[in-house]
């Protein structure tokens, strides 16, 4: 949920900030370098700034500095001016291969630093890029949240790479929000950002299917929401519940068993033919529980869908 594309190769010269290479101390605030200013990587750096933190930026595009350079941040005229002048890069770019452009060409320059990657990508590109991290430090991390909401309470952001330099920078990195440490396999922050991104856009889906569902009556979304609301709050329970069974192996029907969802995600198919709504989403669903009946799991709990997700049904 980040992305920063730059496209303008034009160098900025004012504020051009001196190389930094002394070390973090306990006393003085930690130096920090944002490469990237899109809406995401704009939002970092003000962040920064804000908690006191002496910031360097550098963007192809000249202008996308400006606001932060008012602010105080010392713009770089190249991307390895901006690495030399921090003990902390951040990088925000628009995929993998951006930042490989970018930063790749400067490894020489990042000895000694850490390099935080919040780019959006998957979890090889994230182990292919710690893989040439060899002369420094390298966390990778998705941020869960938009702009607008980095530095407050409700933005979290998860983190994997080199535990001795999320440590040594995490105080620094809560500057953005909740920041969450899943261990050395640099590429667990991409996997959780990829999975909880599905919840996401499987939760949207459904509630956009039900205002379909109910529109068609004539019944506005924004009196569907609510009771929508109110029913995840319920389902954050089955997500706890499910997820100890799939940790045991084993999907006991204690609510309810597949048969018995199958018969009413039928239902659902069936209202949505008859009011016009399309009917992909709700036979999506309905083929899913088909699938794994039909492999065996009659009489499980909804949580042996997961042997369909995993291929073994």
């Keep these: 949920m980040n992305n920063a594309p730059a496209t303008n190769t034009a160098p900025v010269t004012k504020n051009a900030p001196a ?7 306990d006393d003085a605030p930690v130096t920090v370098t944002v490469i990237g200013l899109g809406l995401m990587g704009q939002a970092l750096a003000t962040a920064f700034l804000k908690a006191g933190h002496p910031t360097t930026v550098w963007n192809r595009t000249p202008a996308k500095a400006e606001d932060l350079a008012a602010r105080g941040a010392a713009v770089a005229p190249t991307v390895g001016e901006a690495v030399l002048a921090s003990s902390l890069i951040v990088v925000c770019l628009s995929d993998s291969a951006a930042v490989h452009d970018t930063v790749g060409p400067h490894r020489a320059e990042l000895a000694g630093r850490t390099l935080v990657n919040l780019t959006s990508g998957t979890s090889d590109e994230a182990r292919e890029t710690a893989a040439w991290a060899t002369d420094f430090a390298y966390l990778d991390g998705a941020i869960m ?3 607008e909401v980095i530095s407050r309470p409700e933005a979290f952001l998860l983190f994997s790479g080199a535990p001795e330099a999320f440590e040594r920078h995490e105080e620094t990195l809560k500057t953005l929000g909740n920041a969450v440490f899943f261990g050395e396999d640099p590429g667990l922050a991409s996997l959780y950002d990829v999975a909880l991104l599905g919840v996401m856009w499987g ?31 319920s389902v954050t329970g089955f997500v706890s519940a499910y997820a100890e069974q799939i940790d045991r192996g084993a999907y006991p029907a204690e609510d309810a068993a597949l048969e018995t969802h199958l018969a009413t995600m039928k239902y659902l198919v069936r209202e949505s033919a008859a009011a016009g709504i399309d009917t992909d989403w709700p036979a999506r669903i309905q083929a899913l529980a088909e699938r794994a009946i039909e492999a065996g799991h009659t009489g499980a709990g909804y949580a042996g869908l997961i042997e369909v997700f995993r291929g073994q049904a």
Aim: net charge neutral; charged share 5%; hydrophobic share 60%.
């Design 19 to 25: 190389a930094n290479t002394a070390p973090v101390t």
């Design 145 to 147: 949240a938009i702009p």
């Design 203 to 233: 939760t949207l889906n459904a509630f956009l299917h039900g205002a379909a569902l109910l529109g068609a009556a004539k019944v506005d979304a924004s009196a569907f929401a609510p009771f929508a609301n109110q029913w995840l709050s």
